[in-house]
């Protein structure tokens, strides 16, 4: 009696354990990536006004703007018709993607508002790249902005994070190359970084969450459109207090960073030889020795840079590229160029921003951290009156595969 | 004060208290753990109840076991009925015979005289069994001719013959016959004529001599077709015990190599042999494989998978826990490491035990190529192992629960290759694989030339057509036709068999619960694996135990030098395989 | 004999088995709380220091525990303190071992959760969890073991490797500068570094069951060393690949650092998958490891029989792992229980070792 009693309620128990079913099983086919991220400030799309006036609204305050970039899209019908190649072929390029903006005031709640807007949940294990725009970060800190998604468990931490120059949201909106979806192919720029050192090396959330706890000033790299088209141009610098964009570095100074710090895989000097004709000088390898030195409290750094390279390109008349007079010429004439980037550098961190993002607070923290200690609060005022020495050294060690 | 200090002390500890309460769990926290308890517990119960229920039956393990197994004297046994004894009258003997099998047409008496002594003699025998050219010559001969003069000189010499006299004087002196039994009894007679011997009745004899064995047909000796291999002798075991015993002792010349013969069967008895090294095994091994041997108790025993399911250790495990092989090089090897083999008459598989996981993923080809491709083959017969068991769940897993893992332009294929599929990935891929299942045991029993058309079919047609009609994806019959090719990379189709069972288990698991489910099958199956044993040797040996001897034979193969020694697992008397040289 | 009926484990089966008890789950969030405790990139001093520590009492428990062959520390504790305070020294540490059982489990079942399976309950998890580790350890420490020895390789294969891919994040700078703020800080980080020892107690239990027992110092120490050195590692590249900085930030530092790069071109391209099913199968062997330790307590202690109390204390376990309602409060009970364990494996050998030994000497005074 009492062992029957027993297996009733044992069978009972186990057919309830099969009503709930299994619970994180969602078939791949009914979820949307989201591959790429832009943030922009509010600003409100038709459509949503549309949808408010109608009563589809909740109770937000319009600070951003997200676009999010959805792939891939849906193909109707069976694969059967599309013959032997799966999906890619037969579309145009329009199709691979789409982008999707909301309004709101909290990164997730305006992903999860997708969710009554699309029938596929977006999930964020994809996600290659962040944009985020000058205009925000101008009013809401890069803390405020990256919480969530630093946050977040679907979001992989190797995700790359750019600023753009205008709206965040068209960046993901080029037609560079048809069927190129512009999240992939922004992430694809990043490793141009062996060809040219106007690449900062990536930004990866890890390393944000590094900076933005650090509380010290960075750079990002900075994206520009142009009637669909994009380019990597320079990088937005990053207070390190509060988290805001203040300003902007072009091209050459981002050559200068990457010349200081030596990280520079590939690169171009040039000088204009008889006022017109361009002699160039390519990068086979960098090398730089940061020294601080400290007299008490008076801080100075001694930038020692080396560089190996060839004569890449020569415009200049008359001039033999394989004679060594014209090489330590021109050798001299690099070393001005170089001189002039990285003063031209110094003097916007140091005088117009007022931001240290080179990196020599880190060298000041390993080789004289007591000094540090005390000085790292206010970093960024006490560099603006740090004087830096450089010391070039170029070496012009071949050039290449034609003599003249 | 005091009460002032004290209640202080007290009402501080209600919020405490409230907040130990808060965390004091609900109900439904209860009824999980009762669960927790209360499942296994009636998992336990009820295996063992089932073993209780398989070991009730077919096993005896008392001594009653004693009248199936039994040492053969002179090639009979005793059976269950009442054993009748000759009435010592000729006349009477042979009626009692006839009587008794005369009924049979194919039983023959060929009744005569034998010359010299005017005693009447019969001769009978089974149709198709005996050696025509042995009873015409040697022994109807003999009696009826040649030995006439002997006879006369015998009669002159000694008296009307006392008891035992005529039987062994025909045995010494008269037939030139070299294998001859003696049969004391009638039944035994009865037995031994319809095993296919040759009786012979002499007026005056008090027992009946048998003097032809039974002409069995065989087969020639070819390669096994379920165990070929590219590189190796051509030699497989037949129906015949002692065409098998013959094998072994011809390729394997020892005089340590001991064979001993058994019966098995009540009803109809078979001949079993144990196969061993005398001075290599370990005695008590051997005590344990004649003590099992010594349960089974069955009337027929037709093949030795029926001996293989009777003295295995533990019936529930989806693993095999004895060796079965057609080759007599498998078994020569597996000899002198000091395993012991099972052979039974009928049957051209042997078994040997015991045996451990290592063994089933192991092929004699490894040993006969050098050790460099030996070891890499062996590597990819392991991961094809190991994929054909976790490939469906791991695609399940990854497909339905965490898309974040793989990568990304991955990812875009399969959701683009996936659209219109109405299934879940479960349902998917048990679709396909139980399809798979079919075909192939379908193909075992295919006529020879229907055979490898129905595999174009099977394969291509189905898979594409399947494909094309939107039920599967591209990527799963991918999945899927890796599996089962992998799967037919096992050198032992018994042990391809048990993957074949586990892999749908694990595919339930991933389904519930994804990578973890997958990580919990993987789990359960090696905590069982570690505690299998097989007879008295851990499955898993040499793995672990760690004997790191056995590691030069397991995943690599190590040159031939360095294996000098027996695996140690085996606690052979000789350890020494080789000197080094 | 053919056919062993003991229950009794190798040398290496020991080491392993230790190695298996201490490296836990620990693993994924302890870099945070040593860089939190000791602020200077400086941590893996301090972890090397525990190490050490870990090590020496490791030792004492050895040599205490062979002066008492065959016997674990339940039963000869009761031996040197005394009837009373040996049952209250032993009720500890069943207790001790059934709360880390039950936090490892809610660990394991919280990364799960979060990172693998969204929207599951966490009895889905943690039940069958309960079910598998229940069929193994029912086979007693044989069987335990020998899943160990399995799993091990594997283990430590897919570590190194893992560690070994993200070189390419590392940085020496982030682990520089070295000694920056003196000594002090290593010692205040050693606080929370020995919890990640948390576990080698199971000397105590372990050294009983061992086949040659004056191997026992080897193998323990090898038990010890090896976390040692898998510790190290981790924190080194994760420092390295991360900055401190970043660890700070991130709950749980290691899995961070694994799914910030990816391997482009690999089947695998996100490693942390293989990483995160090795560390599932490393957690079910710590779990296992202490759910044997505790179902041995009980029964030395209360005289029951094995194989009714593995069974019987599975309800307990499930409940201590559903009991923590945040992961704040998960986190509080991880470093409650390390705090105990670090009296149970600093304090208490030295105690009963110098009890022991003023009893022996008491003992041989009264011979004279």
Redesign the interface.
Known sequence: MFNRGIYAALLAAAVLMTQTGCWSSNEIEDLSLYAGLAIDKGMVPSVEKGMKEKGGAYDKKNLVTITTQVIPTKTGGSKGQQGGQQGQSGQTASNQYYNTSETGDSVIQIIRQFAIRRDRPFIGHHLKVIIVSHDILKSIGMEKLMDFVLRDNDIRPSCLVLLSEGKAKDTLDISQVPGDIPAFHLKGMIRNRYRTNKVLPKVTLTNLDGLINSKRSFVLQNVITEKGQIQFSGAGIIKGSDGKWIGNLNQEDVEAISWIKGNSRSGTLKYYANSSEPVIYEIKSVKSVITAKADGEDVSFHVRIESDGRMAENWKSGADPSKIAFQEEAKLRFEEDLRRKLDHLMNRLQKEYKAEVVGFGDKLKIQHPKLWKKMKHRWDEIFADVPVTFEIKLNISDFGSSLQ | MVTHIFLQHVLGLIPMWSTILSYFPKGTVFFGAFMTLVIPLLLMRVIRLLRNFIRGSGRSLSGKGQAGFKEPQGGQGEGHAAVQHFYGNFDDDLNALKSAIGGNSDVHFREFVVAGANLRAVLVYVEGMQTEDQINKHVMKTLMKDSADEFKEALKATKPYVKNGLGAFIKKRILPVSVIFDVHNATELKQAILRGYTALMVEGMTEAILVDTPNNKTRTISEPISETLLRGPRLGFTEVLTENTAMLRQHGRNESLEIKKFEVGTRAKKSLALVYMRDIVNADLLAEVEKRLQTVDMDFIIESGYIEQLIEDDELSPFQQTQNTERPDRVLSAIMEGRIAILLDGTPFALIVPVTFSMLLQSPEDYYERWLPGTLLRCLRFFAAFLALTAPALYISFISFHPGLIPTELVISIINARQGVPFPSLIEVLILEISIEILREAGIRLPQPIGPAMGIVGGLIIGDAAVNAGIVSPFLVIVVSVTAISSFSIPMYSAGITLRILRFVGMIFASVLGILGTVLFLLLVCSHLVKLKSFGVPYLTPVTPFRFNGWKDLFLRAPMRLMYQRPDLMKPRDSTRKRRS | ????KDDKI?T??AAIYLNNSILGAGILAFPRFGVQSVGTPDVWMSLLLSGMIAMMSVLIMVKLSQQFPGRTVFQYAKKIAGSPIGAVIGFIMVMYFMLIAGYELRVFAEV?L????????V??????????A???VH?GIN?I???Y???IPASILILILSFGLSVRLFDI?HL??VL??GVMPVLSGLKSMMLLFAGCEMTMVLVAHMDDPKQAAKAMVYGTSLPLILYLITIIVVIGG?????V???TWPTL??L????TAGL?L??F??PF??IW??QL?CNFCSFYYGASLGITQLFGAKLRPVI??I??????IA??P?RINDLFGMGTFIGFTGVGLFLVLPILLSAVYIIRRKGLKQNVQ
């Open positions: 004999m053919f056919i062993r190798s290496s089966q799960t979060f990172y693998l399976l969204e929207g599951t309950p009895w889905a998890i943690v039940i069958p969890f309960i079910w598998v229940t069929y193994l086979g069987s073991a020998r899943l020895q399995i799993i700078n520089r500068p920056s703020e991360m900055s401190a900085d970043s700070m930030r991130s961070d650092l799914r910030s790069f990816e089947l391209e996100r942390e998958f995160i099913v599932m199968m079910f069974l019987g599975t309800p307990l376990l499930y409940i559903l009991m309602k």
